[in-house]
């Protein structure tokens, strides 16, 4: 068993943790950047790569700490990383179920922001502390194959070469719970006070219950990319989830066929910043 990890950081005129950035060779790459409205970067992104008895594992993970919890930047950060460390262990100690894999990821993520001590942190009206909560998505990519897990309204999406986007994945969000409990359209749920929360993510949950992730999986082929973001990102590139991802396509199309995944990841970060940038921003992108 071999094992390859990379992980390369570039800055501006931002520090480190508000434009970090993320390159394991010309195919996989991810970068998280504080926007233009934002006063820290409270994202995060990572991948990393593993072979393991020949065959090579992609990891992308991405989180988004939720801006009204607590410490909600350190959440995201230790969340991230301990995913990802998780699923990386997994895959070297030999297991090839990658839903397993993912398992621990999460749970590893779970632990992390449950780790964080609320002592200190702002209280609101009813003087009740805030729990650091981040929304979480990771992949594993190997073999011809992808297996994704999530929690909250962080995305991931197949894009062939030559066009079209697939969403891979569904968020968990007052949206998406509006259209299937009211029966109304995505567009009148967007309207709601509520279109922008969400339903699911790391962190406290009531007593005697546990995080419900989501699963999914899909088949891979040459030519395509794995993109994994945060709603920084789509709500520019795919803001109606019941359209077609017109901006995100015409981004993907712009560039030259042979970028790589960096060049790629950035491209789609700075079309976010020149569309508004309310949000964190936040790109992992894998070239198959």
Do not use: W
């Given at each position: 068993?071999?094992?390859?990890?990379?992980?390369?950081?570039?800055?501006?005129?931002?520090?480190?943790?508000?434009?970090?950035?993320?390159?394991?060779?010309?195919?996989?790459?991810?970068?998280?950047?504080?926007?233009?409205?934002?006063?820290?970067?409270?994202?995060?992104?990572?991948?990393?790569?593993?072979?393991?008895?020949?065959?090579?594992?992609?990891?992308?993970?991405?989180?988004?700490?939720?801006?009204?919890?607590?410490?909600p930047d350190e959440a995201a950060e230790l969340a991230c990383i301990a995913g990802r460390d998780a699923i990386l262990a997994q895959l070297g100690a030999g297991n090839k179920l990658l839903q397993d894999c993912l398992k621990a990821g999460v749970n590893a993520a779970q632990k992390a922001v449950l780790s964080l001590p609320t002592v200190g942190i702002s209280t609101n009206g009813r003087g009740r502390k805030r729990p650091p909560q981040a929304a979480f998505i990771a992949a594993i990519a190997g073999a011809g194959k992808a297996a994704l897990v999530w929690l909250g309204d962080c995305r991931a999406y197949l894009l062939p070469r030559g066009g079209g986007a697939r969403l891979l994945t569904r968020d968990h969000s007052w949206i998406n719970l509006l259209v299937e409990t009211e029966g109304i359209s995505v567009l009148e749920a967007m309207q709601r006070r509520q279109a922008h929360w969400i339903t699911r993510c790391l962190g406290r949950v009531k007593s005697g219950s546990s995080i419900e992730p989501s699963y999914a999986t899909a088949d891979l082929n040459p030519g395509k990319l794995l993109m994994l973001c945060s709603d920084g990102f789509w709500n520019y590139g795919h803001p109606r989830q019941d359209q077609r991802a017109t901006p995100l396509l015409d981004q993907m199309h712009a560039l030259p066929a042979d970028a790589d995944a960096a060049t790629i990841a950035s491209r789609l970060v700075d079309f976010a910043c020149e569309s508004g940038g309310h949000d964190n921003i936040t790109v992992a992108a894998l070239k198959l």
């Open positions: 068993m071999t094992s390859t990890q990379g992980n390369a950081h570039s800055v501006n005129a931002h520090s480190a943790r508000d434009d970090l950035r993320e390159q394991v060779g010309p195919h996989l790459a991810a970068r998280s950047f504080i926007g233009c409205q934002k006063r820290r970067n409270e994202d995060y992104g990572t991948v990393a790569e593993l072979i393991v008895d020949g065959t090579t594992y992609s990891i992308l993970v991405v989180t988004d700490g939720v801006s009204t919890s607590g410490r």
